[in-house]
């Protein structure tokens, strides 16, 4: 797995672990939700939730529910996003699916979140039981236990799973960038794709032509 990648899992770890013995049985800290991009950018929650059970099936895939299943809908339905803690950011695989066309089918529950003005992306894992330790250590307990990229387009309304061919793509704005990564020898292989994809992240959030999300969302 990517140095980058295995950061992010272990601050999630750090986070959640706990929620792995005692997620079904005992409640968590307070967690806020937001219904538009513009509250997300200026952590600006429109409900919060005290205590409600958070079921970590994953790292990528996180219940977060109550003892009420109409509030259960509604948490995932009617919100974009939410944030445990101070800076834990999931977004609602509902969210997705209605707003997005493309690699949208298996997603579930909410889903790992990280953005910036200019762009956004997610991390899941295909449905499956995948445990904590088989990411933390590599172990085949199912066929795709790494963790898949997903990159927001907010022009096009599509969502798509970053493999070699979708990043080549991404990159046709960064001719060089593209070169680089298609000179590769490895570039199928996933840790170059993460790498590549990190620059790819990093050149269009400082790129001023790029639009900001705010522009693009309703």
Request: charged share 25%.
């Amino acid at each position: 797995m990517n140095s980058w990648i295995r950061y992010i899992v272990v601050c999630v770890v750090i986070s959640i672990a706990a929620l792995q013995s005692r997620a079904e049985t005992v409640p968590n800290d307070t967690v806020y939700f937001y219904t538009t991009w513009e509250q997300i950018l200026n952590d600006t929650p429109d409900a919060m939730l005290e205590n409600p059970f958070i079921y970590a099936a994953s790292p990528y895939d996180i219940q977060i529910y109550t003892a009420d299943d109409e509030l259960n809908e509604m948490l995932l339905s009617a919100h974009i996003a939410a944030c445990l803690g101070d800076d834990l950011w999931l977004i609602s695989s509902e969210y997705i699916k209605k707003n997005f066309t493309g690699d949208v089918k298996r997603l579930e529950g909410f889903m790992l979140l990280f953005f910036n003005d200019k762009m956004a992306y997610f991390l899941s894992v295909s449905s499956g039981s995948t445990t904590l330790t088989s990411i933390l250590f590599g172990e085949s307990v199912t066929d795709d236990p790494v963790p898949n990229i997903f990159n927001i387009d907010f022009v096009n309304k599509k969502v798509r799973k970053v493999d070699h061919k979708v990043l080549s793509d991404l990159l046709e704005d960064y001719h060089d960038l593209q070169m680089r990564y298609e000179g590769m020898k490895d570039y199928k292989k996933q840790y170059v794709i993460d790498d590549y994809y990190d620059k790819y992240i990093k050149r269009a959030t400082d790129d001023f032509l790029r639009p900001f999300i705010l522009d693009l969302v309703d």
